[in-house]
């Protein structure tokens, strides 16, 4: 019994390497949300024609960015840049399908990938949310 135990605790630390990667971005705040979105609603009817963005605020750190990518799915990101910590400039705009940070370093993303474009590599990618079709034209986005 006791080899056994010493042979599964040597499998547990052998498997775990230090070049795992590990999701280091603390500057989010894990915010619970739960959020229905109607696409019939003037505020959301955007969403209704692919290749279109919306911004919610009230939710997520600094607000959801709602991405409508294609007939079939719609993408939803936190509004905060992730690699910033919270103030006034850290809220992204939306410029087409990109995001961008309106601190110095201007750090932009793609609203597709949620990765960082340009020459300055990012750490942190933007924050997914899970979006759910629930019914006609609506959905529900959550965390």
Not at 76 to 92: I, M, V
Request: overall charge negative.
């Amino acid at each position: 019994m006791k080899k056994l135990f010493l042979m599964l605790s040597c499998i547990v630390v052998l498997a775990c390497s230090k070049n795992d990667p590990i999701y280091n971005c603390n500057y989010l705040l894990d915010v619970g949300v739960n959020l229905t979105v109607n696409l019939n609603l003037p505020q959301y009817n955007q969403l209704l024609f692919p290749v279109n963005a919306v911004r919610v605020n009230g939710y997520g750190n600094n607000g959801i960015i709602l991405v409508r990518t294609n007939a079939d799915s719609i993408l939803a990101w936190d509004g905060a840049d992730p690699n910033h910590t919270s103030s006034s400039c850290s809220k992204l705009t939306i410029v087409g399908l990109n995001a961008v940070c309106g601190c110095e370093d201007g750090n932009e993303y793609s609203l597709i990938t949620g990765t960082a474009l340009g020459d300055n590599a990012q750490p942190c990618t933007l924050k997914p949310y899970r979006v759910e079709a629930i019914g006609n034209n609506s959905y529900y986005v959550s965390n």
